[in-house]
């Protein structure tokens, strides 16, 4: 059953002088002509379809359109063209370290961010505990949020999110968080969730990451689509012949022919060797 | 007749649908609601009840020095000036706290606006209701005032409840198109500012307009605000209810906002990321 359906998504995105920019400021820089707006396309013609259970892994360099597409599909931006169908509940967790209120305590941010993520009162109250033990906050409930150090932060804003129970699920860069102990429980903690039979949408800068854990993969090059395959393997040894090459890889023939250069250049033992190291 | 029937049943389906529609949004929506609501309260009252006294304390200081000083100008023309005075000055401060909080709502939000899909309008109205409770609490005070001022209440007093409701809706209204003028500029806080400063002076808080001729005193009508603070004195000191026209004026005022509140945000919606 095919629960997302991008069918040639366009999003355009405008930087320049607009940002930040005051009524007087503004008609001044029309006056003299100064006042100069970019348009610039995020995301080209993007086109790819994921069934139920599908993990799809995100792939291509800074600038590439990845978070911009991811907040498409979450609705937070609408694209200028092209059609996002969606079935089912979608939880996007994009960059949630921020966009806490600093002035309330660690308990009432608790409950603001779950009310935001679409919890009820009554899951909240049964899973508040759970949360903060997860956290492991146990002594800073009634601390304010801006007394807490930015690991504490993270790792709260991580045991809120991993509660979330969508039919899809969208992961921008939150794999894992904090370091040692913590990083090793909240990825173990991702990867049930993922494994739970959830639709998941995953943008990863590590690539082994995507090799790993995904059966199809979409490459973005400078918001244009450079492939969308189910062969994750060999789409994942071209991308990383093209991070050495950068030259970006036109058609099929082009793609398995970066990924055989790659194998000989990283014979697979090494390959498992590098991998067992992490 | 049939094909009448065929229409009205189509109708009465949309309708029933959309109802159907906007209960689950607020029932969907309402415990989010809750959270930023109460959220507001703490930040603007530290929590404290000195916090909360002081929202009540600063229109009655704003009282304080402005009947001392206007007393002298209009209380001998003027029965019941203070309440006249107070009147004006809940009926403002109500305006301005509320298009004022309204207007920074969504950018002080920045952070969760572009993270997590969520209605957006829900930060502007949860502003909307703790202004709307300060207002609540200093009418209270003005009632006692009132008390004081061997002003009688009568039945008319109930209908106070319309004009706090157009008002608190063409607030929400303002609100909405001031967030949204706020995304796209930034210095329309001290624009705003001004405006208010002349607004209040063009409001007749503490002054009288019949010394205008007629016609100038109907164009102080035109302005909502002052409309409002009318009704306010009508009902209280004058204890006459205002006539029909009156209440649609009132109606339309908080239409008219509402309408071009609501279509500029549906219409910017998904561009305030942009300017974010």
Same mark, same amino acid.
């Given at each position: 059953?095919?629960?997302?359906?991008?069918?040639?998504?366009?999003?355009?995105?405008?930087?320049?002088?607009?940002?930040?920019?005051?009524?007087?400021?503004?008609?001044?820089?029309?006056?003299?002509?100064?006042?100069?707006?970019?348009?610039?396309?995020?995301?080209?013609?993007?086109?790819?379809?994921?069934?139920?259970?599908?993990?799809?892994?995100?792939?291509?360099?800074?600038?590439?359109?990845?978070?911009?597409?991811?907040?498409?599909?979450?609705?937070?931006?609408?694209?200028?063209?092209?059609?996002?169908?969606?079935?089912?509940?979608?939880?996007?967790?994009?960059?949630?370290?921020?966009?806490?209120?600093?002035?309330?305590?660690?308990?009432?941010?608790?409950? @603001?961010?779950?009310?935001?993520?679409?919890?009820?009162?009554?899951?909240?109250?049964?899973?508040?505990?759970?949360?903060?033990?997860?956290?492991?906050?146990?002594?800073?409930?009634?601390?304010?949020?801006?007394? @807490?150090?930015?690991?504490?932060?993270?790792?709260?804003?991580?045991?809120?999110?991993?509660?979330?129970?969508?039919?899809?699920?969208?992961?921008?860069?939150?794999?894992?968080?904090?370091?040692?102990?913590?990083?090793?429980?909240?990825?173990?903690?991702?990867?049930?969730?993922?494994?739970?039979?959830?639709?998941?949408?995953?943008?990863?800068?590590?690539?082994?990451?995507?090799?790993? @854990?995904?059966?199809?993969?979409?490459?973005?090059?400078?918001?244009?689509?450079?492939?969308?395959?189910?062969?994750?393997?060999?789409?994942?040894?071209?991308?990383?012949?093209?991070?050495?090459?950068?030259?970006?890889?036109?058609?099929?023939?082009?793609?398995?022919?970066?990924?055989?250069?790659?194998?000989?250049?990283?014979?697979?033992?090494?390959?498992?060797?590098?991998?067992?190291?992490? | 007749? *049939?094909?009448?029937?065929?229409?009205?049943?189509?109708?009465?389906?949309?309708?029933? /649908?959309?109802?159907?529609? =906007?209960?689950?949004?607020?029932?969907?929506?309402?415990?989010?609601?809750?959270?930023?609501?109460?959220? %507001?309260?703490?930040?603007?009252?530290?929590?404290?009840?000195?916090?909360?006294?002081?929202?009540?304390?600063?229109? #009655? #200081?704003?009282?304080?020095?402005?009947?001392?000083?206007?007393?002298?100008?209009?209380?001998?023309?003027?029965?019941?000036?203070?309440?006249?005075?107070?009147? *004006?000055?809940?009926?403002?401060?109500?305006?301005?706290?509320?298009?004022?909080?309204?207007? $920074?709502? /969504?950018?002080?939000?920045?952070?969760?606006?572009?993270?997590?899909?969520? +209605?957006?309008?829900?930060?502007?109205?949860?502003?909307?209701?703790?202004?709307?409770?300060?207002?609540?609490?200093?009418?209270?005070?003005?009632?006692?005032?009132?008390? =004081?001022?061997?002003?009688?209440?009568?039945?008319?007093? /109930?209908?106070?409840?319309?004009?706090?409701? $157009? #008002?608190? #809706?063409?607030?929400? *209204?303002?609100?909405?198109?001031?967030?949204?003028?706020?995304?796209?500029?930034? %210095?329309?806080?001290?624009?705003?500012?001004?405006?208010?400063?002349?607004?209040?002076?063009?409001?007749?808080?503490?002054?009288?307009?019949?010394?205008?001729?007629?016609?100038?005193?109907?164009?102080?009508?035109?302005? +909502?605000?002052?409309?409002?603070?009318?009704?306010?004195?009508? &009902?209280? &000191?004058?204890?006459?209810?205002?006539?029909?026209?009156?209440?649609?004026?009132?109606?339309?005022?908080?239409?008219?906002?509402?309408?071009?509140?609501?279509?500029?945000?549906?219409?910017?919606?998904?561009?305030?990321?942009?300017?974010?």
């Amino acid at each position: 059953m095919t629960v997302v359906t991008c069918k040639n998504v366009s999003i355009r995105y405008i930087t320049g002088d607009l940002k930040s920019i005051g009524l007087k400021e503004y008609v001044v820089r029309k006056l003299t002509g100064n006042y100069h707006v970019r348009e610039f396309w995020a995301d080209r013609d993007v086109s790819f379809k994921l069934n139920k259970g599908d993990m799809l892994g995100i792939i291509g360099s800074n600038g590439a359109g990845k978070s911009t597409l991811l907040k498409a599909i979450s609705g937070i931006m609408m694209p200028i063209s092209g059609e996002i169908k969606v079935k089912g509940k979608i939880a996007a967790l994009l960059e949630l370290a921020s966009g806490f209120d600093e002035e309330l305590t660690v308990k009432e941010n608790v409950y @603001l961010r779950g009310a935001l993520l679409g919890y009820t009162h009554k899951f909240l109250d049964e899973k508040y505990d759970e949360i903060i033990s997860f956290a492991e906050l146990q002594d800073f409930e009634e601390y304010s949020f801006k007394q @807490l150090s930015s690991g504490m932060k993270s790792r709260l804003a991580f045991s809120i999110a991993c509660l979330v129970d969508p039919d899809i699920l969208i992961l921008d860069e939150v794999l894992s968080v904090g370091d040692g102990d913590f990083k090793k429980k909240s990825e173990a903690k991702m990867l049930s969730i993922i494994s739970g039979g959830v639709t998941c949408i995953l943008v990863s800068h590590s690539i082994d990451q995507v090799r790993e @854990l995904c059966n199809k993969v979409l490459w973005l090059d400078h918001g244009t689509q450079v492939t969308f395959s189910d062969e994750t393997k060999k789409i994942c040894d071209a991308y990383e012949e093209f991070l050495v090459t950068k030259k970006r890889p036109e058609n099929m023939a082009e793609i398995e022919k970066m990924a055989r250069d790659f194998r000989e250049r990283n014979p697979e033992e090494e390959q498992s060797s590098k991998q067992k190291k992490k | 007749m *049939g094909q009448t029937y065929i229409i009205g049943k189509y109708v009465y389906d949309r309708i029933l /649908l959309l109802m159907e529609k =906007v209960l689950n949004r607020v029932k969907e929506y309402s415990f989010l609601f809750e959270q930023l609501v109460s959220r %507001d309260f703490k930040r603007k009252y530290k929590r404290t009840v000195l916090g909360m006294l002081w929202s009540v304390l600063s229109p #009655l #200081l704003m009282l304080f020095v402005m009947r001392m000083i206007f007393i002298n100008f209009f209380g001998s023309s003027t029965p019941h000036y203070t309440i006249y005075l107070f009147a *004006g000055i809940i009926v403002m401060s109500f305006y301005r706290e509320a298009t004022k909080t309204g207007m $920074t709502s /969504l950018v002080q939000n920045t952070a969760i606006v572009t993270k997590i899909n969520v +209605p957006k309008y829900l930060f502007i109205f949860s502003r909307n209701v703790s202004a709307f409770v300060n207002f609540a609490l200093t009418l209270g005070v003005f009632f006692v005032y009132c008390l =004081v001022d061997r002003i009688s209440f009568s039945p008319s007093f /109930l209908m106070l409840i319309f004009p706090s409701i $157009t #008002l608190t #809706l063409m607030n929400i *209204g303002i609100g909405m198109i001031l967030s949204c003028l706020y995304i796209f500029f930034r %210095d329309m806080t001290y624009l705003y500012d001004v405006f208010l400063t002349l607004l209040n002076y063009l409001s007749a808080v503490f002054y009288t307009i019949d010394r205008f001729a007629i016609g100038i005193q109907q164009l102080f009508l035109l302005n +909502p605000v002052y409309a409002h603070i009318r009704y306010f004195r009508m &009902i209280v &000191i004058e204890n006459a209810i205002p006539g029909i026209g009156y209440h649609g004026l009132l109606l339309l005022y908080a239409l008219i906002f509402l309408a071009i509140g609501f279509y500029m945000y549906k219409r910017y919606n998904y561009q305030f990321i942009y300017y974010l």
